[in-house]
C-alpha cells in the first residue's frame, strides 16, 4: 500500500482517532496517490499532462470531484512552485475586472504576483491565472487570457 506523509497537525490528530478511522485515511490516500494525486497539508493535488482553456480545466477538476486549486497560505503556494509547471489555478477576475475570486467564490486575500502582474498584457483581457514560469521567485502567478491552454491543477479536500 502506499503510505501518505501526513503533516504534524494530522499526526497529532490521529493519536485521537480510532485505528478504523487511522486506516480509512491511510486508504483514501493511497487510492489517491495510486492514480497519480500528490498529498499536502490536508489535500490531494492532480497535475494535467496535457492542456486545456481555464474553464476546460475548470470543468475537468469538477469531473474528477475537486476544484481548480485554491491557495490559502504561503505554504501551499510554496509546495505549488515546487512543481516547477506552467499550470491554471482556480483564480479569475472575469466576473468585475480587478476583483480577483477564487473557484468557490471567496476573495482572494493572500496573493503571490510575480513582479508587474497582474497587468492584462498589451491591453489583452487576461483574466484568468496561472502559476508562470519563474519557479525560483515565491510570487509567480501570472494574469492570462482564459482560452489560452495551459497545464492545470485541481485540488481536493481529504
Ligand atoms: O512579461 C510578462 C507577460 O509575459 C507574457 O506576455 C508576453 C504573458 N502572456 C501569456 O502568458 C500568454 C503575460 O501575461 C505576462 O504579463
Ligand atoms: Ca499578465
Known amino acids: 500500500m502506499v503510505k501518505c506523509h501526513f503533516d504534524k497537525v494530522l499526526i497529532l490528530k490521529?493519536?485521537?482517532?480510532?485505528?478504523n478511522e487511522k486506516t480509512k485515511k491511510q486508504e483514501i490516500c493511497s487510492h489517491y496517490a495510486q492514480q497519480g494525486w500528490l498529498y499536502?497539508?490536508?489535500?490531494?493535488?492532480?497535475i494535467s499532462s496535457i492542456t486545456k482553456s481555464w474553464q476546460d480545466s475548470r470543468d475537468d477538476c469538477l469531473q474528477r470531484g475537486a476544484v481548480?486549486?485554491?491557495?490559502?497560505n504561503t505554504e501551499e503556494q510554496e509546495f505549488i512552485r515546487l512543481q516547477q509547471k506552467v499550470m491554471w489555478?482556480?483564480?479569475?477576475?472575469?466576473?468585475?475586472?480587478?476583483?480577483?475570486?477564487?473557484?468557490?467564490?471567496?476573495?482572494?486575500?493572500a496573493s503571490f504576483w510575480y513582479s508587474g502582474e497582474p497587468n492584462n498584457f498589451n491591453g489583452r483581457n487576461e483574466d484568468c491565472v496561472v502559476i508562470n514560469h519563474n519557479y525560483d521567485y515565491e510570487n509567480n502567478w501570472?494574469?492570462?487570457?482564459?482560452?489560452?491552454l495551459n497545464f492545470w491543477l485541481c485540488e481536493k479536500d481529504m
Open 40 to 46: 499536502f497539508n490536508g489535500s490531494f493535488y492532480y
Open 68 to 72: 481548480l486549486a485554491i491557495i490559502s
Open 14 to 19: 490521529k493519536k485521537t482517532n480510532n485505528k
Open 89 to 109: 489555478i482556480g483564480l479569475t477576475d472575469r466576473e468585475t475586472e480587478g476583483v480577483w475570486k477564487w473557484v468557490d467564490e471567496t476573495p482572494m486575500t
Open 142 to 148: 501570472n494574469d492570462a487570457a482564459c482560452e489560452n
